[in-house]
């Protein structure tokens, strides 16, 4: 009989989310790489999820146990609508309600000795306002305006706390948000140029297609051999 085994270190990742609010809602960003390693094997995952009309999470790290993540709380608002069905419940989970809840799954599984190796994004809309925050593999947690994990957290935090105001205007938002991946995209070689946007307002929760960000490497210092 084997021993049991348990995830010792993480195989295929992915890299940063960003997120950000702005005056009508909240947007996320993270690229649609999935590295083996050093190998950039897999071009196409989707990181950026929903989870209700309202709510969508987005990982950092290990894919699989992104996906174990996802599907536990998809478990999880199958199991409240359910109540909500037989009148024990009122309405859907909110944000802040799967937020916590996730921190208490991940701290469990961190008591365990079998931690989910995820830096996690939770944002929604409720009751009139946004909600955004983060959870790690320890199950630590918090609330902010702006988030980001991985490397986002080194070269895109900064860029974002210095653009970043109060009810500010959708596209400068988004503005705000390019310039941080095109930063990455040059910094990280863990990601390509390849991104998922996804933004939840009182409307609901629209995930955009992967679009390209343009990229330009006609620095003339390169192309002269002078470094």
Request: glycine share 8%.
């Amino acid at each position: 009989m084997q021993p049991k085994k348990k995830t010792l270190r993480p195989i295929v990742t992915g890299s940063s989310v960003l997120g950000i609010k702005y005056k009508d809602g909240v947007i996320l960003a993270s690229d649609t790489l999935g590295s083996y390693g050093s190998l950039a094997r897999f071009r196409d995952i989707r990181r950026i999820v929903p989870i209700t009309k309202h709510t969508v999470i987005g990982g950092t790290g290990e894919f699989s146990d992104f996906q174990e993540i996802t599907k536990i709380l998809r478990q999880k608002i199958i199991e409240n609508q359910e109540l909500v069905e037989s009148g024990k419940e009122e309405d859907e989970l909110l944000p802040s309600e799967i937020h916590s809840y996730l921190s208490r799954v991940l701290y469990g599984r961190r008591n365990k000795f079998n931690p989910l190796w995820n830096d996690v994004v939770v944002a929604g809309f409720e009751k009139g306002k946004v909600h955004m925050g983060t959870v790690d593999l320890w199950g630590s947690y918090f609330e902010d305006d702006i988030i980001a994990t991985g490397y986002g957290t080194y070269f895109a935090l900064p860029l974002m706390r210095k653009a970043y105001k109060k009810d500010m205007e959708r596209d400068k938002a988004l503005e705000v948000l390019r310039d941080c991946l095109t930063v990455l995209f040059y910094r990280d070689c863990r990601t390509i140029n390849r991104y998922v946007f996804a933004e939840i307002t009182k409307e609901g929760v629209n995930i955009t297609d992967p679009v390209e960000i343009e990229t330009k490497w006609e620095i003339a210092d390169w192309q002269e051999g002078k470094l």
